[in-house]
Every structure is written in C-alpha cells, then in structure tokens.
C-alpha cells in the first residue's frame, strides 16, 4: 500500500508538469556525519562515509525568483570501519528521496540561489559486509515495522544553497530526518545527511 502511493505521488509531480516547468538532472556525493551500525569487532560504530546521489527535478516558476521544486532522487549512504585491515565493516543502504522545495533566486539566469522545503524518503535496499581475518561475510539490511528494524518511510526537512551558471547549476543540501530516527538502542540508516550536486537544467 505505501509503495503504490509513493509510485503514485512521483507519477503526479512528473505527469502534472506544465508548458512552462523546466526539467533537469543532477548528480553527486552524500556524506553521513553520524556514526552507525556496529564495527566488526564489535566494540564501536562504523563512520560515515562517502555515498552518492543521481536525480532529476522540475522548476515550476511561481514568480520572477520564486520557484517550486520537486524532485525525485536516489540516494546511497554508507558506512565503513576499517581496522588495519584485518576487521572491515561496510555497510550501503539506497533509498528514493523526494524533496519538495520552494527556491528563491536571483532573477537571472546566473546567480545564487536558496531554497527550503520538506522531503519524503523511502528505504528501498541494503547490504552489509563484515570481514574479519580475510573472511567475508554479507547480509541484506532488512525493512520492516519491528521494534528493532527501519520504518521505510521517513519524513525529513531538507535546506540548500547554491550557484547556477544558466543551464549547469552546483549547490549544497542538507537534509534532516524529523521522524525514524535512530535510538541509542538500534541502528538505522536514515540518519541526516549533506549532499554536493551538480545539475543540469534543459528548456529555457
């Protein structure tokens, strides 16, 4: 049931679109700054590490510098205790993020830009991998309703900030998980997030 809704709210914010919306792409890197799941040894939690992000997104102009936009993203997030080697612990969880922004700009073509909004992420699939002394051991990170595992549905405030150049654009988001959160008890991905992207905007 949640995943014909969400399905069913992507095909709105896409099929709806107007003459006049713009369409683009974007693409680039995710950094976790908390810590999570435990290390192999277990005796601590494994970093934050570099993930990545691709999408694609709509302009729908309210004003001269006023704009709405939505967007629909896959998002990769990881984590990795590497202790000299011989202990190693990754862990990669992919979710789908749509963020629904209000962007202010400039009113140009090229200038700064900021924007704020709320956003909706769903889990979608994961992996773990622990090896220790050379042998290497994998399993799925699981989804559920349990008292221990990840409500797949997140409710998280997203802000950003960035330059366009005309059609290429690179800007910095931040978002911030409002439900789901992670206790001391259990560990789960959906911990807040930074992203650097670099989008491309067709149409005029």
Known sequence: MKKGLLLG???????????????????????????????????????GAMGFTVGIYYDYPVSEKLTFQPAVNLVNKKWKDDLDGIEITEVSINYLEIPLQVVFNQGGEKGFFFGAGPSLMYGLSGKADITIGGSKTSFDYEFGSGEFEENPLTIAANIMAGYSFGSLNINVNYSHGITNQPGSD???????????????????
């Open 186 to 204: 259990r560990d789960q991905g959906n911990e807040n997030h930074f992203a650097l992207r670099i989008g491309y905007k067709f149409g005029k």
């Open 9 to 47: 709210l992507i095909s709105f914010l896409f099929i709806s679109a107007d003459v006049f919306s713009q369409i683009g792409v974007q693409a680039g890197l995710i950094g976790v700054p908390g810590e999570a799941f435990t290390t192999a040894d277990g005796l601590d939690k494994a970093r």
